[in-house]
């Protein structure tokens, strides 16, 4: 719930942003049962849509500022608001578009651009260029972004760019940025370009170019955004803005168009206070739009790209009347807590808003002060919005007379430690074999460090990103030499011995019939094994002197050798690398709880027997033999499956 708290005056001291205050309070509304007119608001309506004024009023004149309060402000001011805020508006010294995330650039207005940082440019070749290479270090990133898109494929583009020291600082939006932060690595002109996220969550004002006008008003507003917060309750008081007497003499309310370009101007400012997305999560935690005779909140949307973690929101005595009128807001502030909406017309127009409300912010909890769902109601609607995993029920592994074992058991040892001697044994010249570089794959945050990829990424066949029929057959290499020219190049490997660390590695087998027959004597082909086994290897690259450890899947067709040559041969083999993450232990069973061992060891007994083809009874002295270790009793299995009699098995192998 957003503290609720008395009401506090503009005009009492306040304090500059950041510090603490010794006033209590959070969102805060006024009290009483008068409501303010649209007069004293900040009025953002067409003139349609004001209510009647009474006839003192309309004798008054004021139809653009407040009567009775404040002081009206002096032509001259006047006058210097007008000019600033034509700056704010469409200058190219203007304010709002140099502080706040509108921007404009090679792409036009864009909002919310995330910013990266490129240093090597000033190192580069390109950097003697009439502009130091600018323009091309920026198409090159945009072709080369563009060209590692997976899927359908679209410019990237970048929105906005300038030169800072030894860095060039460039915005995108954030589905752009995250295509060119891919960069990070690439040769540019001679030098290898370091693309990484920017600590800055907005661009820096350019000072130099800032008019003397828009710079005072920008101190002005930046004073009066102080005497609003509060820094004991991280609440800024954005209530009644018309009401305020600086900004009336600084005449910011003269016009529907200057109180929508002022309220712009403050955003512009608040984002420009914080170095960080972070500073300002902490600094400002509630906002209180009250009394501001808002109707749609188009008027103020930029509260939600500026303050997308709010927690507490006032919107109490605007004029808000249905949900089109927060349709802009939907989806926003995925962090929201509180939210008030008394005093708005959609009280009595749309009594069942709150249950919108409810769908719209995923944490929301109360609204107007009570209590509609609990913390942990809300955590469990989030767990069941999450997708649910598949079951999996282990490898299937349906050899046929142990041939796909044996394969498994002497390849990987001999890739590890004699690859040309590999390739003469099991590869011919029909021989297919591809490797693909997945880097985005799911990370282990607990393991150790990725390795670069540029051992690989020349070579890599990855369909998503290679779609061109040229560029995916070079990338496929045929025959042994060629795949053993390629193997060369490679970096040294060591996998997991399969017998001892069994749990390192999930494998399936299925027999593959109808393969192509290289004889030509059966016209309905012959038969064979495709095999998938997923795992892990060490890595060793004496080139860069890097080690580390890399996921991986690899999928064999195996196919009944020529006369004169090995039992089978390798038709296809396909390699897939990704970041280092541990499987999952297939082979464990869950541990009994003590009340349950029995059943439990029943499930062990029956799941044994599933993966050897043993009948239970063997099966059950197996698992007695190691103390019911699951994974223990498969190495033992694989051990002495060929001193087994063939009443071990359901039936002979």
Request: with cysteine.
């Amino acid at each position: 719930m957003a503290p609720r708290g008395k009401a506090t005056s503009t005009r009492e001291a306040r304090n500059p942003l950041g510090a603490k205050s010794s006033s209590r309070g959070g969102i805060q509304k006024r009290r009483g049962p008068t409501r303010v007119d649209t007069d004293g608001d900040l009025d953002m309506d067409g003139p349609s849509k004001r209510p009647n004024r009474g006839p003192a009023n309309e004798a008054a004149g004021s139809r653009g500022r407040p009567s009775g309060r404040g002081p009206a402000p002096s032509r001259g001011a006047a006058k210097v608001a007008q000019i600033v805020m034509k700056q704010l508006g469409n200058g190219s010294s203007d304010l709002a578009s140099r502080v706040s995330r509108p921007t404009r650039g090679r792409g036009g207005y864009t909002e919310g651009l995330t910013w990266l940082r490129v240093r090597g440019l000033k190192q580069s070749k390109a950097a003697s260029n009439a502009d130091g290479g600018l323009s091309d270090l920026l198409s090159f990133m945009e072709r080369k972004a563009s060209s590692l898109q997976s899927g359908r494929k679209r410019q990237v583009t970048i929105r906005k760019s300038h030169k800072a020291g030894e860095y060039v600082f460039v915005g995108a939006n954030k589905e752009d940025a995250e295509e060119l932060v891919k960069l990070n690595t690439f040769t540019f002109a001679g030098i290898q370009l370091e693309v990484v996220e920017s600590d800055a969550d907005f661009e820096p004002p350019n000072k130099a170019t800032e008019s003397p006008e828009t710079a005072e008003l920008r101190a002005k507003l930046q004073a009066i955004l102080s005497q609003r917060y509060n820094g004991e309750s991280k609440l800024l008081k954005l209530d009644a803005l018309a009401t305020d007497a600086e900004l009336v003499t600084l005449g910011m309310f003269e016009t529907r168009e200057r109180a929508l370009k002022t309220f712009k101007g403050l955003m512009a400012i608040c984002d420009g206070l914080f170095k960080t997305l972070q500073e300002k999560k902490d600094a400002i935690e509630s906002i209180s739009l009250a009394n501001n005779s808002i109707d749609n909140v188009i008027q103020v949307e930029s509260v939600a790209t500026t303050f997308p973690q709010l927690k507490n929101l006032d919107m109490s005595g605007n004029l808000i009347s249905n949900m089109e009128g927060l349709q802009r807001w939907k989806g926003k502030f995925k962090e929201l807590d509180a939210i008030y909406m008394t005093g708005n017309p959609i009280e009595g127009t749309d009594p069942n808003y709150t249950a919108t409300f409810l769908e719209w912010f995923p944490k929301l909890r109360s609204i107007n002060g009570i209590e509609l769902r609990t913390a942990q109601q809300i955590a469990e609607q989030e767990a069941a919005r999450l997708p649910k995993p598949i079951p999996q029920s282990g490898p299937d592994f349906r050899d046929v007379n142990g041939i796909g074992e044996q394969f498994l058991l002497e390849f990987f040892t001999a890739y590890d430690t004699n690859r040309e001697a590999l390739i003469s044994r099991l590869y011919d010249a029909s021989s297919q074999f591809s490797l693909a570089v997945d880097a985005q794959s799911v990370r282990d945050p607990n393991g150790p460090p990725p390795l670069p990829w540029g051992a690989y990424i020349k070579s890599s066949r990855n369909l998503l990103k290679i779609n061109t029929h040229h560029a995916r057959s070079q990338r496929l290499f045929k025959g042994a030499p060629a795949i053993n020219d390629l193997w060369k190049e490679l970096p040294m490997t060591k996998h997991p011995n399969m017998k001892d660390e069994l749990s390192k590695y999930i494998m399936d087998c299925h027999p593959l019939p109808g393969l192509a027959d290289p004889t030509g004597q059966s016209q309905f082909g012959v038969d064979g094994l495709i095999l998938a086994v997923h795992g892990e290897f060490e890595e060793y690259d004496p080139k860069s002197g890097t080690t580390g450890k890399r996921s991986f899947s690899r999928t064999f067709v195996l196919a009944p050798g020529l006369s004169g040559t090995a039992q089978i041969r390798v038709v296809s083999d396909m390699l897939s690398l990704r970041a280092y993450s541990a499987l999952p232990n297939v082979f464990v069973a869950p541990s009994p709880a003590p009340a349950d061992t029995a059943s439990q060891h029943q499930a062990m007994v029956a799941e044994l027997s599933k993966q050897t083809g043993m009948v239970p009874q063997y099966s059950e002295m197996c698992l007695s033999q190691v103390e019911w270790d699951f994974a223990r009793a498969l190495v033992i299995f694989n051990e002495k499956k060929a001193e087994l009699p063939p009443e071990a098995f359901v039936s002979a192998p």
